[in-house]
């Protein structure tokens, strides 16, 4: 039996990998909202002939595509959700310079958002597909629900209330498809059963303008109040309680000669447990009132306003994500797997989920260099792959644990 499941992985594998490089061809960068259209077009176009059917909600931001949620109804009570994402984070223009496109070649895939995500939204499909062919009675008791925001990697208000309607009530598990990490030296992966949590925030200095040169002494420089805040900022990180900050973003004025009267820096804060998040928050947010700079000519003081972005709640480890982790672990013990467990830095849509559900992440393939367009080894940077021979692995572990977790085991088949 276990020979019948690995060729028959090994098809879908195969066909997967067909759909993967024209996915990869379509850019969907999170600010091309025809792009990320159209590749939600692709995803329902794969997924239609198992028997979903299609939602499309359009996101609040103009420039972001429609979230997709696909549901296939079961006969039984078990609903099973599996979330990953349509955008990527490279746009168009980044992808021409530097020729970044899909390559085969020495057992990895290289391409924009082959890992991240399009790689994970492959292996859900394949995986689907295999269980619908050698345990199709657990596929068709079982309600599936397929949950792909538009724009996860910029992070959106609207998506999260989406998907936690969706997951909450009968939901057995939760399963992210972001990419997989390799453990060295072994078949298998880790698996991701907690995440830091990340806020965004906007940061605004408002000053006066005024002539740089005839009205200077009148003007209160508000890129150098933000300069300021930027450094209060930093300052801010407190590795003992896995709290940093970083500004990534800093604009303001227009030309040289005019003393600017606003500047803005956006804001990415991390942490790994909800109290040292909440203070950050709480932290960053004092910031907004009077500022420090004013006008030499009449005191005119600069002001600054915190806004906070849409983000991710920490994912903190939890029992049943630890128990529906074991599940995978027994999963993978059936092909030779190894399967670790790992808490990652970065955030993903289980960040909003876990509480819901028992939750885990990183069933996509293993992937390396994620978010990076350039080709240059010699100095350490690789464009964006994934291992070839884990998409096997990966449908393998998945289509096992999916069998447990309906009902059906490998001994049954």
């Given at each position: 039996m276990k020979r019948r499941i690995e060729d028959a992985a090994k098809e879908e594998v195969a066909e997967g990998l067909v759909l993967l490089e024209e996915w990869v061809a379509q850019n969907s960068f999170t600010r091309n909202r025809e792009g990320v259209n159209r590749h939600g077009e692709q995803i329902w176009s794969a997924f239609r002939p198992l028997g979903f059917e299609r939602h499309a909600v359009a996101a609040q931001e103009i420039d972001h595509g429609d979230h997709l949620l696909l549901t296939r109804r079961g006969t039984g009570a078990k609903q099973i959700a599996l979330?990953?994402?349509?955008?990527?984070?490279?746009?168009?223009?980044?992808?021409?310079?530097?020729?970044?496109?899909?390559?085969?070649?020495?057992?990895?895939?290289?391409?924009?958002?082959?890992?991240?995500?399009?790689?994970?939204?492959?292996?859900?499909?394949?995986?689907?597909?295999?269980?619908?062919?050698?345990?199709?009675?657990?596929?068709?008791?079982?309600?599936?629900?397929?949950?792909?925001?538009?724009?996860?990697?910029?992070?959106?208000?609207?998506?999260?209330?989406?998907?936690?309607?969706?997951?909450?009530?009968?939901?057995?598990?939760?399963?992210?498809?972001?990419?997989?990490?390799r453990i060295e030296g072994r078949r298998g992966c880790r698996l991701t059963t907690s995440r830091r949590g990340a806020a965004r925030f906007k940061v605004e200095a408002f000053g006066r303008g005024a002539h740089a040169g005839s009205g200077h002494a009148h003007g209160a420089n508000a890129i150098r109040e933000l300069a300021r805040a930027v450094e209060k900022i930093e300052a801010m990180t407190d590795r003992s309680k896995g709290l940093t900050y970083n500004v990534g973003r800093f604009t303001g004025g227009m030309v040289s000669n005019t003393v600017p009267s606003y500047a803005e820096c956006l804001v990415d804060m991390r942490a790994d447990e909800t109290p040292a998040f909440e203070e950050g928050i709480r932290q960053i947010t004092r910031l907004t009132g009077p500022g420090s700079v004013e006008a030499y000519a009449d005191g005119h003081r600069c002001s600054m306003r915190v806004s906070e972005l849409a983000g991710y709640p920490p994912w903190p480890a939890n029992e049943a994500g630890r128990e529906l982790g074991l599940v995978f672990r027994k999963a993978g013990e059936a092909f030779g797997l190894r399967i670790d467990f790992e808490h990652r830095l970065g955030a993903s849509d289980g960040n909003h989920l876990w509480n819901l559900a028992p939750t885990i992440d990183g069933l996509g393939p293993v992937g390396s260099h994620i978010h990076c367009p350039v080709h240059d080894p010699e100095n350490g940077k690789e464009q964006e792959s994934i291992e070839r021979a884990s998409l096997l692995d990966q449908v393998l572990l998945g289509v096992t644990a999916l069998m447990n977790l309906t009902g059906a085991s490998l001994r049954e088949l």
């Open positions: 979330v990953a994402h349509l955008d990527t984070v490279y746009p168009p223009d980044e992808e021409k310079k530097y020729d970044f496109a899909w390559r085969d070649e020495g057992g990895r895939i290289y391409g924009p958002g082959v890992a991240d995500i399009k790689g994970g939204n492959m292996l859900m499909l394949a995986t689907l597909r295999l269980l619908s062919r050698i345990a199709p009675l657990n596929f068709e008791k079982t309600t599936w629900q397929i949950l792909l925001n538009a724009a996860e990697e910029e992070g959106c208000e609207d998506f999260p209330p989406l998907a936690r309607d969706v997951v909450a009530g009968n939901t057995i598990a939760c399963l992210i498809y972001e990419h997989a990490t």
